[in-house]
């Protein structure tokens, strides 16, 4: 459960490092800035954020409840759940490893652990690769054709290996011997992999459809509240900015990429022209309301079925 998870001495360290480097980033625009910044937002603009985290949520959950239904069919509100809890428990650990608990619902819906890891994980993989054209869009864009093509070779390489490692018989033979005596209880995983990337390709086309409608919906919450502020920041640089943060919260140094996924935003409005102050407040106000939202839906779903 969550106060578990939250006394293991590494989440504890990650945690203050990114707490640390996030508060360097304020020393260094500035806290009273910073401060006046937020306490200047409208807060109409405030209200539209519930309003859209719900939509993104609801996606989020459709996604994943069409690939369950390869393996199992479920209810679309228990998956909401699941997918709920799990995003929740991913703010908690390094690089959002927590939203792979879904295995362990789906495991009490009686989906093994190797045919649920499929899941999560192939939705992971095309969550990376949507931000990946994201980000090279931004690259080209903003820095050129060069640094573009030096990100996006970078990120096209590691799924092309991981893709192999999951994939050939070499690869998974590998798998099979790092995990020792464990490899018994990921019984099912290489079938069920090959059953959604040579069966279920259609399948895995509209997730990545579904997931860049999601993203788009999701960062119209930063987009509101830089209105909130009086800035008008055009989307596609908020697509670009938001894209590399969230590619660095994947980087397991911090819990879910605190501190540097801000950083590397704020810095890169700047660079922009956006006032930092600004860029800043942004980031910290949808910080408090993940960290709120979470904490709630963690309480909730542990004390029972609430949400169900």
Excluded: C
Excluded at 156 to 163: D, M, R, S, T
Excluded at 174 to 199: C, P
């Amino acid at each position: 459960n969550k106060q578990s998870v939250m006394k293991k001495p590494g989440l504890i360290w990650r945690f203050a490092i990114g707490v640390a480097v996030l508060s360097f980033l304020i020393y260094r625009v500035g806290f009273t800035r910073v401060l006046k910044t937020i306490a200047s937002v409208n807060p109409l603009y405030l209200l539209f954020i519930p309003i859209v985290y719900a939509v993104s949520f609801s996606i989020a959950a459709l996604n994943i409840h069409l690939m369950i239904s390869v393996v199992k069919k479920l209810p679309y509100r228990r998956v909401l759940r699941y997918q709920l809890l799990s995003w929740s428990a991913g703010l908690f650990g390094p690089g959002k490893i927590g939203e792979f608990s879904l295995v362990y619902f789906l495991r009490k819906e009686g989906i093994s652990l190797g045919k649920g890891m499929v899941i999560p994980l192939l939705d992971k993989v095309i969550t990376v690769a949507v931000l990946a054209i994201f980000a090279g869009y931004g690259f080209f864009i903003y820095f050129g054709m060069a640094t573009a093509a030096r990100m996006l070779a970078i990120i096209a390489l590691a799924i092309v290996v991981l893709g192999l490692v999951f994939i050939t018989g070499f690869g998974r033979a590998v798998i099979r011997r790092l995990l020792g005596r464990h490899a018994s209880h990921f019984k099912g995983f290489s079938k069920t992999l090959r059953l959604f990337l040579r069966e279920r390709r259609s399948l895995l086309a509209l997730n990545m459809v579904l997931t860049v409608i999601k993203y788009v919906v999701a960062i119209s919450a930063i987009f509101l509240l830089f209105l909130g502020f009086g800035i008008k920041v055009n989307l596609p640089a908020i697509m670009f900015i938001d894209a590399v943060a969230t590619m660095l919260a994947l980087i397991p140094v911090t819990v879910s990429g605190l501190g540097f996924a801000e950083s590397a935003a704020v810095l890169l409005y700047s660079n922009m022209g956006v006032d930092a102050g600004a860029a800043a407040g942004v980031y910290l106000i949808l910080n408090a309301f993940n960290y709120l939202l979470a904490v709630l839906l963690l309480s909730l779903g542990t004390g029972g079925r609430e949400l169900d």
